[in-house]
């Protein structure tokens, strides 16, 4: 029986071409998402056994859609595919339970791969990327853990997105003032103080991208 696979790549032609290349592989696509909530949803309607995910998406980035599948359905195996090879990305990643993290520059070679040693048990980095993680223990290179919550992480990449709290409430479900609350505390523990300042951590972290 050949694998399942959910393919979420918000650039349409991008993501039509992993599909493609996927199919030629013997996969089967069961499904198709352009931002991270919608392959949450997916995930859990069409139980893939791998879903494939671009880290920098709308609504909900790769990582904290890969935490939450991890989370809600474990049998979903997930692989991020992106262009971003620090150390800091990857084990943000790792740390969400990814199985796999492929470059965007070596998807044609690695992915195929890469689904098939994840969907196995093992853990799949693409060859630069081992450099880079070889390099960060050599050197003993601290990466601090995220201080955020899921949950404030997804208020955070909303509000870099440019949404207000009514409709950064209204995507998760919850009313303007817990989106404020949640504002507040992500100010507090990052020590940023205006808008401009989280915009900028959320582009360093990778949750959007200029």
């Keep these: 029986m050949s694998l399942r ?7 349409r032609l991008i993501g039509e071409g992993i599909a493609a290349l996927l199919r ?18 997916l995930a859990e309607s069409l139980t893939p056994d791998v879903a494939v995910l671009d880290i920098s998406m709308p609504g909900l980035n790769g990582i ?22 620090e150390d800091a990305y990857v084990i943000d990643a790792l740390r969400a339970g990814v199985g796999g993290y492929v470059l965007k520059s070596q998807a044609s070679s690695d992915l195929v791969s890469a689904i098939r040693q994840v969907r196995d048990g093992s853990v799949y980095l693409s060859p630069g990327i081992s ?9 003993n290179s ?10 404030e992480r997804e208020v955070l990449q909303l509000v ?3 949404k207000t709290s009514k409709e950064v409430g209204a995507i998760l479900h919850v009313s303007g003032k817990t989106v404020d609350a949640h504002r507040a505390s992500i100010m507090k523990k990052l020590d940023i103080h205006d808008t401009a300042g989280l915009v900028r951590y959320a582009i360093r972290r990778g949750f959007i991208e200029i």
Excluded: C, W, Y
Aim: charge should be negative.
């Design 142 to 151: 601290e990466i601090p853990e995220d201080p955020l919550t899921p949950r």
């Design 24 to 41: 030629n592989a013997g996969f089967e696509i069961v499904g198709e998402a352009q931002d991270g909530h919608e392959a949450v949803r």
């Design 131 to 139: 450099s880079a993680l070889a390099s960060a223990v050599r050197s």
């Design 160 to 162: 870099a997105e440019g």
């Design 64 to 85: 904290d859609a890969a935490r939450s599948i991890q989370r809600n359905r474990p049998e979903t195996k997930t692989v991020v595919v992106t262009m971003h090879n």
């Design 5 to 11: 696979i959910l393919v979420a790549e918000d650039q």
